[in-house]
């Protein structure tokens, strides 16, 4: 569903990136894992077409950014770290917003709001303005907007920041529901979680991707016990790296 | 070192920076066009003005308005949360100087809202200089206790001197007159804050901050604002039904957008009332000529709205293009610049316009084109 190939990119006299290549298939939903400063926040950046790429490609469901941005973007939704929503907007709005956006039948998105504002208890703020909602609150409207559109690609990014636990357990669970028609990529530093719920791993360190796989794959590229936690890997990993370099 | 006198710096600094953007920028024509042309219009309405004008009611209502509205500033930052509270009980010579730089700005307000209404007063009333003086003094005392009061917390300190004042207006004792507000800013210091109260403060100061930022943002962009939306159930139901059911995403936006912030419908109306009025009180002399006028300080206003929105919001990773989200913004700015033509065409009519209604009416979609063409 999603491929980054070769990618080098970052900003005008900073190139963050360094040929990094990693896919992103059907029914998963990838970590990508890295320190601050690794090159996460980038990466996403490149794949939502907000930045142009110095060379090497990212294609989402066989569209490029370069071919048609509108049809690109439509593939794909988008949930930030820190939520941006209009402030004249109520969330119903927000919600139709992505209708009209996404073009989406008016039944499904309906159906969809229902039952999306029902799981994530956010039913009763539907008609409220984002200025009163609470930091949790408005990471739940974003939820809300990107589960919404049913994209073949949805990209996370500190899905967990400002979420109650209950929340939290409904998020991952709406996210194996929906990773059954498309793809997540998910950034985060929770790796307990990652560990718990992503189908496999891509490790980003300075800008170069240093290993991607399943935690057991991990495990056996570093010579690690089966019960070595995905911080252990991480660490490892990072490890390996340094000593290389 | 002075906390105050180094935020005053930045402050100036801030002022200085902007005001060359709007000194340079070609738009303060429409600007100094608007006042040059309201001020001959006054001159007229002058003029034509009978003795018996009630200027008693103009001065009390001048009056009354004065300690409303204020925004003063407080140079607090969101940062002095963390790092100015230890020193929050220590710093008065930070609170005087908020005190003092607040006092000015009133006082500036008041001599201004002064000069338009001295004329009239002189002319109509029969007053000694020591009486205008007073009048003068009260204003500016009463446009300080009315920002002050905000400073302190403390409500209706203004609105109740200002009512005393026009009373003694009326009962013909305008010398008195600055006597409720010196009462009320003797009242302001008794009860004034012994430490800064922080969050109050820090509020008032992005309120204050957002209306310059607001103005400066007509001459250039200024992507990081707050807005101030209002829900308006009528209107936006109205629109809803009519346009928004059918319209794209981002027709949609900021068709939302325009019904609920302060900075686009409100404008509108603002200036449409402001119009009138210049239009009544030229009494049929070329009103014609106020429809470009307002319009053309409308769009000034209203287009550039268009460069913070598309900063600031989310549809950068929404399938919209920039292309549609300029082409919906362009729409909407187009409908209503040229309704609000439209309506100040139809009044400038009933004021007394003929052709110059017309000429002004094309004047207004020349300049309506020039501004959204400018959007790019």
Redesign the interface.
């Known amino acids: 569903m999603l491929h980054v190939d070769k990618l080098n990119g970052g900003y005008i006299g900073k190139q963050v990136l360094h040929d990094v290549t990693f896919e992103v298939k059907k029914g998963e939903l990838v970590g990508l894992i890295g320190l601050n400063g690794a090159g996460k926040s980038t990466t996403i950046k490149h794949i ?3 930045l142009e790429p110095i060379s090497g490609s990212v294609t989402v469901d066989g569209e490029t950014v370069q071919s048609s ?3 690109y ?2 593939k ?1 939704s ?1 949930i930030p770290e820190t939520p ?6 109520t969330l119903r ?1 927000h919600l ?3 209708g ?3 073009e989406i039948p008016e039944r499904d998105l309906e159906e969809r709001t229902g039952r999306l504002a029902k799981n994530m208890r956010m039913e009763k703020q539907l008609d409220w ?1 984002p ?1 009163v909602f609470s930091k949790g609150m408005r990471q739940k409207a974003m939820i809300l907007c990107a589960l919404v559109t049913k994209t073949p690609l949805l990209i996370v990014d500190e899905p967990f920041v400002g979420l109650d636990p209950l929340a939290i357990r409904q998020l991952l669970q709406l996210f194996d529901e929906y990773k059954e028609e498309s793809a997540i990529l998910m950034s985060t530093h929770i790796l307990e979680t990652a560990e718990r719920h992503c189908d496999r791993f891509v490790f980003l360190h300075q800008g170069v991707v240093i290993a991607t796989g399943t935690a057991g794959e991990l495990r056996e590229k570093y010579a690690l016990s089966p019960d070595a936690t995905l911080d252990d890997i991480y660490v490892e990993a990072i490890d390996v790296e340094e000593r290389a370099r | 070192m002075n906390v105050f006198r180094t935020r005053f710096g930045v402050w100036m600094e801030e002022v200085v920076k902007y005001s060359r953007y709007v000194a340079n920028g070609g738009l303060l024509f429409t600007l100094y066009f608007t006042l040059i042309y309201g001020a001959f219009v006054y001159n007229q309405f002058l003029n034509g003005l009978d003795p018996s004008f009630p200027s008693e009611w103009v001065v009390a209502l001048a009056f009354l308005i004065l300690p409303l509205g204020h925004r003063p500033r407080t140079l607090i930052q969101e940062a002095d949360q963390v790092f100015l509270l230890p020193e929050l009980g220590r710093i008065r010579s930070y609170m005087n100087g908020v005190r003092l730089f607040n006092v000015v700005f009133a006082s500036i307000r008041a001599l201004i809202l002064m000069l338009i209404v001295l004329p009239l007063l002189v002319r109509t009333l029969e007053l000694t200089s020591a009486e205008v003086f007073a009048i003068v003094f009260a204003s500016v005392l009463l446009s300080v206790v009315g920002r002050l009061s905000k400073l302190e917390g403390i409500r209706f300190a203004g609105v109740v001197s200002a009512v005393a004042s026009s009373a003694l207006v009326f009962l013909g004792l305008p010398f008195l007159t600055p006597l409720p507000a010196l009462a009320a800013l003797l009242f302001l210091h008794i009860r004034r804050n012994e430490r800064i109260p922080l969050l109050e403060w820090l509020a008032l100061e992005q309120t204050s901050k957002a209306q310059f930022n607001r103005i400066v943002s007509w001459f250039v962009d200024l992507p990081e604002m707050r807005e101030e939306v209002k829900e308006r159930k009528l209107v936006v139901r109205m629109i809803e039904r009519s346009v928004l059911v059918r319209a794209d995403a981002a027709r949609y936006i900021y068709g939302l957008r325009i019904a609920r912030s302060k900075d686009s419908l409100d404008l509108i109306i603002r200036l449409l009332l402001v119009a009138v009025l210049v239009m009544w009180l030229a009494g049929g002399w070329y009103v014609g000529m106020v429809v470009p006028l307002f319009v053309g300080l409308t769009a000034l206003q209203l287009v550039p709205l268009f460069k913070r929105l598309d900063t600031v919001s989310i549809a950068s990773w929404l399938p919209i293009t920039r292309i549609e989200r300029l082409v919906a913004y362009k729409w909407w700015t187009l409908r209503l610049l040229v309704g609000q033509a439209l309506v100040l065409g139809a009044v400038s009519l009933l004021f007394g316009a003929s052709w110059d209604a017309l000429v002004g009416l094309l004047l207004a979609y020349g300049i309506v084109r020039y501004y959204l063409a400018k959007l790019t």
């Open positions: 939502l077409g907000l941005e509108k049809n973007r439509k794909i988008y941006i929503l209009y402030d004249t907007l709005e139709t917003l992505m009209k956006a996404y303005f200025s």
